[in-house]
């Protein structure tokens, strides 16, 4: 069977060798699933307009500065997080290349179908249901083992280049992020600080309600390693 490949420094890395795997229909699933369930998260803090999450922040600001649509900026920004990846020697998987397009497809598909909220009490629960959306296709996507999204790769792999912790380069990356899209105009509120405390601890709580049995003895495979360990040590 043809498979798809990208060069490496290390070597020739097949995007699609983990689909020779047990349960790949469920995996396969749980990825799709996630990924435009976390584009349709992004598009509710959008809707109830109390604050984005660090890289919406970001996306809406350069949605205001060029006219695209948010959706498009999200793709247009996942490819070039992507880029980076080649100086690290990051390597992509069928769920990294994926991320890049189905996030921003969701996020323009759900900002088109879900109007602005009117008043405080349906604004907290866009947020509230954003915000708790997001930690379960985090755990969806995560645990299904296709790859890091591009942003996540970024993360690890600057922290295996530099030796810096894992929250410090996190930190410092979404501090740049959230900073350069308030400047150019996108949405820092309550909402971000509230997304930073839960987002954590709700992407490990659904790591473990998706996990997917191993092969070989029946238990779960939940984010105790890098990269997934370190996308959720905050």
């Keep these: 069977m043809h498979q798809s490949t990208i060069a490496s420094k290390d070597g020739i890395v097949s995007i699609t060798s983990g689909l020779r795997t047990p349960h ?6 749980q990825l799709y699933v996630g990924l435009a369930l976390y584009g349709a998260s992004a598009a509710l803090l959008v809707r109830g307009g109390l604050g984005l999450e660090p890289w919406g ?27 980076l ?17 189905a996030v921003g497809l969701a996020i323009d598909a759900t900002l088109a179908l ?16 954003g915000i708790v959306l997001n930690g379960a296709a985090t755990g969806l996507y995560i645990a299904a083992r296709f790859g890091p999204g591009p942003r996540d790769g970024l993360m690890t792999g ?33 909402g971000t600080v509230a997304y930073a405390l839960a987002i954590g601890p709700l992407a490990q709580l659904f790591l473990r309600v998706f ?24």
């Design 158 to 190: 600057l922290h295996r280049l530099t030796g810096r912790s894992v929250r410090l380069v996190r930190t410092a990356i979404e501090v740049t992020v959230v900073a350069t899209g308030f400047v150019l105009g996108g949405s820092v509120g309550i």
């Design 211 to 234: 996990a997917i049995p191993a092969a070989d003895n029946g238990s779960t495979v939940v984010a105790t390693g890098s990269p997934e360990g370190a996308i959720l040590r905050r």
């Design 85 to 101: 990846w080649i100086p690290i020697r990051q390597r992509p998987g069928l769920g990294t290349v994926s991320n890049v397009f």
């Design 57 to 83: 922040v970001l996306h809406q600001g350069l949605a205001e500065l060029t006219g695209l649509s948010m959706g498009v900026v999200a793709i247009i920004v996942g490819a070039a997080v992507l880029l």
């Design 24 to 29: 790949l229909t469920r995996r396969l699933c």
């Design 114 to 129: 879900v109007p602005e909220a009117h008043g405080l009490p349906a604004r907290i629960a866009l947020l509230v249901a």
